[in-house]
């Protein structure tokens, strides 16, 4: 492979020890120098960059590749429906078009955008779909509404009870309302025909070109079942992955009543495992985030999914296996059981927390000394605000998603966008909104938590290297590192000019 000069450039290397340069060198899919005048280096090819700025690929720390390609590819995308009228008829028109689905799935409708703000129910989907079973989760993922062919089909009575950690809603009349929560949308979810081999490989394929589109080198799939992850190994094998997958086995799969298994470590080029996955909560903009002060106007206080003696046995399992632990906790009480947790098994390993909604000065000191990273979304902010100002009162908004307290206490940050909850994968905007903090529509929600664009870059790439353990191979323009980078017209361009994966133009 020739050597490539990149040279005339604004490096943002990302490398605190040498945080810009003009100029580097690429051979073998890695750099081989950096610095500021490497015009007498021997290079077979020289590109000059005029003035362009470089930053390492973005490393979105949680982000479900397959399920963003599943809406690209084999399910209904309802993200931005703005009624239940117009979400039905969006449904009806799917049904109609593809005749050959036993099932019907779609996502992403968020009821705080309709007029009333209605959760839907069986009986809506009933109006318009009847002859299929038909499963609509909502945008966060952590409840599901389905019709009544779909209860029928996976044997749900009003007798039935939920697992631990899950909720089965009914109507007044005290009949099923076909709405789920948290471990019991395993319920109906275990029933579904699972898809092939073939089609995984597919959405990964159109999830892979979507981001490499926008500059995206790397990613963490934080919740990788045992068909997905044999998947991603087969497609490892055969070359066919295009960006660098961390892949996080889940434990404790929604609904069932045995744990998996810690998975065998795996490390090579594009496929990583060495992260398992526990979900603590909820989510915040569904109220199933475990808080310990009720949400407004209502007694909720969420779902927490986790025991203690549980976790604690799980946790040490994986960790006594190598592992690393990344658990998703969003409200204060999952946060402290999380903690807790962590601190109770010890590590020289750095775990993570996924999301970190509402933590205390007191946790945000704990994950500092244990050395505990914090994979945050600003991007819920820009999407959600409308909830999250439904559900919480001015002193817990102010203190919500607090990425400049995380800095602040010497946490590492790690940015990414946990889509498809939200619509958008653009790191561009996801900076943007750790930066201004504000809704599309509404004022700025915790100004005092925006960070700079500087820091946000960073936490995309070096940050987002150190949470998933790859900070040795990727994350900065480094020599020794993989060749991973993009070419920006400006520091905070909306898209990259070219991307580059093992040194070479995508």
């Given at each position: 492979?020739?050597?490539?000069l ?5 490096v943002l290397t990302?490398?605190?020890?040498y945080p ?9 899919g890695?750099f081989?120098?950096v ?7 021997d ?25 963003v ?5 084999h399910?209904?995308?309802l993200?931005?429906?703005?009624s239940?009228?117009e979400m039905?008829?969006k449904?009806l028109?799917?049904?109609?078009a593809h ?11 968020n009821e ?15 109006k ?10 909502r ?5 599901i509404i389905?019709?009544s062919?779909?209860?029928?089909a996976a ?10 950690g899950?909720?089965i809603?009914?109507l007044?009349?005290g ?8 471990t ?7 029933k579904i025909?699972?898809?092939?081999a073939?089609e995984l490989r ?6 892979q ?8 080198t790397?990613?963490t799939?934080p919740?990788?079942?045992r068909?997905?992850?044999?998947v991603y190994?087969d497609m490892?094998r ?6 660098r997958?961390?892949?996080?086995p ?7 009543n045995k744990?998996?298994?810690n998975p065998?470590r ?12 526990f979900f603590?909560d909820?989510g915040?903009s ?5 808080v310990?002060?009720p949400?407004?106007?209502?007694n909720?206080t ?5 025991t203690?003696?549980?976790f604690l046995?799980w946790?040490r399992?994986s960790?006594?296996?190598g ?5 998703h906790?969003i ?14 098994i010890g590590?020289?390993?750095r775990?993570?927390?996924?999301h ?5 000065d007191?946790?945000?000191?704990m994950m500092r000394?244990l ?7 600003p991007i819920?902010i820009?999407?959600l605000g409308?909830?999250f100002?439904?559900?919480l ?10 990425c ?7 946490i590492n940050?790690?940015?990414?966008t946990d ?5 958008t994968i653009d ?7 750790a ?7 509404g004022?700025p ?8 664009l ?7 790439t070096?940050g ?6 790859t900070q040795h191979n990727?994350?900065s323009i480094?020599?020794?590192k993989?060749?991973?980078f993009?070419i ?19």
């Open positions: 492979m020739s050597r490539k990149f040279y005339n450039a604004r990302q490398d605190k020890r810009q340069a003009a100029a580097f060198m690429v051979e073998s890695r081989t120098a610095g500021d005048d490497l015009t007498d280096a290079a077979e090819e020289r590109i000059d960059l005029q003035g362009a700025f470089v930053l390492p690929g973005y490393h979105d720390a949680h982000i479900h590749i397959w399920k390609g599943n809406l690209l590819t399910m209904l995308d993200r931005g429906v703005r239940m009228e039905q008829e449904l028109d799917y049904s109609r005749p050959e689905m036993s099932w019907i799935q779609a996502r992403g409708f705080a955008d309709f007029p009333d703000q209605r959760m839907p129910n069986k009986l809506d989907l009933d318009v779909i009847s002859d299929r079973p038909v499963v609509v989760t945008t966060c993922a952590h409840q389905v019709n062919v779909a209860l029928n044997q749900v009575q009003p007798h039935t009870p939920a697992p631990q899950g909720e809603k009914y007044p009349d009949s099923l309302a076909g709405h789920f929560t948290e019991a949308i395993g319920l109906i979810l275990s025909p699972k898809y092939s073939a597919m959405m990964v394929n159109a999830a070109e979507s981001f490499i589109r926008l500059g995206i790397s990613a799939d919740a990788v079942d068909d997905l992850l044999q190994r490892e055969n070359g066919e992955l295009k960006v997958v961390h892949a996080v889940i434990r404790v799969p929604d609904g069932a744990v998996y298994p065998e795996y490390d090579a080029d594009f496929l990583k495992v060495s992260t398992v996955k603590a909820g915040l569904g109220r199933t985030a475990a310990y002060k949400y407004l106007h209502g909720e969420g779902v927490l999914r986790l203690h003696d549980n046995q946790a399992e960790q006594e296996a592992l690393m632990i990344a658990t906790a409200g204060d009480a999952a946060i402290d059981l999380v903690v807790r947790v962590y601190q109770e590590s020289g390993i775990h993570r927390i996924e970190l909604g509402l933590p205390s007191d946790h945000l000191a000394s050395g505990v990273s914090a994979v945050m979304q819920f820009r999407e409308k909830n100002r439904d559900a009162e001015k002193e817990r908004l102010e203190q919500l998603y607090p400049r307290k995380v800095l602040d206490e010497g940050l790690a940015l990414s889509a498809p909850v939200v619509r790191p561009a905007v996801n900076i943007r909104s930066m201004d903090r504000t809704p599309e529509n004022e929600i915790g100004p005092g938590q925006a960070i700079t500087s820091e946000a870059q960073y936490a995309y070096m987002s290297a150190v949470a998933s353990g990727i994350g480094t020599v020794g993989v060749a991973d993009q920006l017209r400006s520091e905070n361009a909306p898209r990259p000019e070219a991307v580059y994966i093992d040194g070479q133009r995508q």
